[in-house]
Every structure is written in C-alpha cells, then in structure tokens.
Nanobody, 123 residues
Framework: QVQLVESGGGLVQAGGSLRLSCAASGSTFSNYAMGWFRQAPGNEREFVATISRVAGSTVYADSVKGQFTISRDNTKNTVALQMNNLKPEDTAVYFC????????????????WGQGTQVTVST
C-alpha cells in the first residue's frame, strides 16, 4: 500500500508559477514510477507528466511540455511538479499517482492515487 498526499495548490494569476509536491508513505518509494494527472470541471482526468522509478526519465503531455517539470527525491519520498507560466486552462484538480513498474501515462495503469490539490489560474 502506498499513501499519497499532495500539497502546494492554490490561486495564482496567469503567468505565475506554482510548485506541487506529493509525499509518499507506506512502501518503498523507489519501487514506484510516479505521475501527475489533472481534472478540470466537466472534463475527464488527463495525463500531465510522469517520471521513472530511479533514473528520472520523464514524459510530458504535449500541452505542458516546456512549461511543467516533474522531479522526484527518493531520499525524501517526494515527487514534485514545477508549473511555470500558468494559464487559465491549467485550472484543475491535480492528482499524484503511483505505479509499480514503468511510468504511467494513463489513469488505468496507476495503482495508487492522492486526494488531489486544487490549482486555479486567474486572468
């Protein structure tokens, strides 16, 4: 079992930055690839970024490439999402997810989820 707790969401003006963090507990963190997903009102949950277990190989959704950066610290059992130049369309609940094995790019491949943190970008 893995417990995930996100933090760092909030209200920011367009063009601003936020850094989300996800703290993991309950199992060996480095056994899990980690991902970030988001869900805007009325939309399905969508993939944002993922990072491999140890070497830090990353994959991003086209919509956030060059804007968001995912990173992890296996000594602190945390994964972060640095979000720069935020736009109103980035407004969503952001979820941290864990998968045993290879990095997840779809919801169905994730084994564990956090409760989400709200990000709201104003114009």
């Amino acid at each position: 079992q893995v417990q995930l707790v996100e933090s760092g969401g909030g209200l920011v003006q367009a063009g601003g930055s936020l850094r989300l963090s996800c703290a993991a507990s309950g199992s060996t963190f480095s056994n899990y690839a980690m991902g970030w997903f988001r869900q805007a009102p009325g939309n399905e949950r969508e993939f944002v970024a993922t990072i491999s277990r140890v070497a830090g190989s990353t994959v991003y959704a086209d919509s956030v490439k060059g804007q968001f950066t995912i990173s992890r610290d296996n000594t602190k059992n945390t994964v972060a999402l640095q979000m720069n130049n935020l736009k109103p369309e980035d407004t969503a609940v952001y979820f941290c997810a864990a998968r045993w094995g290879s990095p997840p790019t779809t919801q169905s491949r994730c084994n564990y989820w956090g409760q989400g943190t709200q990000v709201t970008v104003s114009t």
